[in-house]
Antibody, heavy 119, light 108 residues
Framework: EVQLVQSGAEVKKPGESLKISCKGSGYSFAKYWIGWVRQMPGKGLEWMGIIYPGDSDTRYSPSFQGQVTISADKSISTAYLQWSSLKASDTAVYYC????????????WGQGTLVTVSS | EIVMTQSPTTLSVSPGERATLSCRASQSVNSNLAWYQQKPGQAPRLLIYGASIRATGIPARFSGSGSGTEFTLTISSLQSEDSAVYYCQRYNNWPLLTFGGGTKVEIK
């Protein structure tokens, strides 16, 4: 069974750093693109970026380029999303998602990680 | 950058009635369009890809149509469990993606 399991909720202060994770299982993690999607409170889905774990080829939405870093460790089937200096506006639920059966869409999603940034 | 615009923002439909959701692309995306359903507190779920192909396990009452810049998601006979927000997503330049703003479907 394909699963994407994300790390737990985080509460951080502005200016702090953070790295959240998404662990894949039940499929060849390195062979499928895995992306990150932001959902701010009460708002829609925003595509942030995507990585191919096999060679770490990474693409970013222009809106998120330079704001976050996406990485992956194929040896432990885990993708990451990190911030070097959080802002209150980073408060959101972050989803990882992958296209495994349908390789050009996201047919598998993580459960989401709530990140709260507040002083 | 291609912009995806969904309409209406909110749609209120009686059970058993048809719901028609629209998604418009600012440039042609051919048939490289997917639809997702998101219920409160849940991750999105893939409904349709390739503009009109139902994903595995998706009920036949959900159908997608269109190509180029105009797309439609139709729920032929709305059920109470279909209350959700629906998003379109273009992937014509995979792996670069864009979501639409979403349409909330309410049960009247």
């Amino acid at each position: 069974e394909v699963q994407l399991v994300q790390s737990g909720a985080e509460v951080k202060k502005p200016g702090e750093s953070l790295k959240i994770s998404c662990k894949g299982s039940g499929y060849s993690f390195a062979k499928y693109w895995i992306g990150w999607v932001r959902q701010m409170p009460g708002k829609g889905l925003e595509w942030m970026g995507i990585i191919y774990p096999g060679d770490s080829d990474t693409r970013y939405s222009p809106s998120f380029q330079g704001q976050v870093t996406i990485s992956a460790d194929k040896s432990i089937s885990t993708a990451y999303l990190q911030w070097s200096s959080l802002k209150a506006s980073d408060t959101a639920v972050y989803y990882c998602a992958s296209g495994v059966i349908i390789t050009t869409s996201f047919d598998y999603w993580g459960q989401g990680t709530l990140v709260t940034v507040s002083s | 950058e291609i912009v995806m615009t969904q309409s209406p923002t909110t749609l209120s439909v009686s059970p058993g009635e048809r719901a028609t959701l629209s998604c418009r692309a600012s440039q042609s995306v051919n048939s490289n369009l997917a639809w997702y359903q998101q219920k409160p507190g849940q991750a999105p779920r893939l409904l349709i890809y390739g503009a009109s192909i139902r994903a595995t396990g998706i009920p036949a009452r959900f159908s997608g149509s269109g190509s180029g810049t105009e797309f439609t998601l139709t729920i032929s006979s709305l059920q109470s469990e279909d209350s959700a927000v629906y998003y379109c997503q273009r992937y014509n330049n995979w792996p670069l993606l864009t979501f639409g703003g979403g349409t909330k479907v309410e049960i009247k």
